[in-house]
Nanobody
Framework: QVQLVESGGGLVQPGGSLRLSCAASGSIFSILVMGWYRQAPGKQRELVAVITSDGSTNYGDSVKGRFTISRGDVKNMVYLQMNSLKPEDTAVYFC??????????WGQGTQVTVSS
C-alpha cells in the first residue's frame, strides 16, 4: 500500500509564496516520477510540475518561471516552491507518484487559495 500525504497549503495574498510538501510511504521500490497537479473548481486537473528519478523536470506553461519542483534529501519527498502567486493559482493541489511497473498514486490534495 502506498500513501501520499501533502502539506503546506493555505491562504496567501497575490504575489506571495507557499511551499508544498509531499511524503510518500509504503511499499515503494522504484520511483519513476513524482509531481504535482492541480484542479480548480469547474476545471479539469492539470499538470503543475513533475520531476523524474534522474532529476529532469517539466512544468505547466502557466507556472513556468514562478514554481520550482524539487526532490528532498529524505527519500520519497517532493516539494513545490510557489512564488509570485496569482489568484488563478487557486486550486486543490495533488501529489502524484509513478513507480516502476506503471502504478500511479495520488494524494488527497491540499487547498491553495490566493486572495487579498
Amino acid at each position: 500500500q502506498v500513501q501520499l500525504v501533502e502539506s503546506g497549503g493555505g491562504l496567501v495574498q497575490p504575489g506571495g509564496s507557499l511551499r508544498l510538501s509531499c511524503a510518500a510511504s509504503g511499499s515503494i521500490f522504484s520511483i519513476l516520477v513524482m509531481g504535482w497537479y492541480r484542479q480548480a473548481p469547474g476545471k479539469q486537473r492539470e499538470l503543475v510540475a513533475v520531476i523524474t528519478s534522474d532529476g529532469s523536470t517539466n512544468y505547466g506553461d502557466s507556472v513556468k518561471g514562478r514554481f520550482t519542483i524539487s526532490r528532498g534529501d529524505v527519500k520519497n519527498m517532493v516539494y513545490l516552491q510557489m512564488n509570485s502567486l496569482k489568484p488563478e493559482d487557486t486550486a486543490v493541489y495533488f501529489c502524484n507518484l509513478i513507480v516502476l511497473g506503471g502504478n500511479n498514486y495520488w494524494g488527497q490534495g491540499t487547498q491553495v487559495t490566493v486572495s487579498s
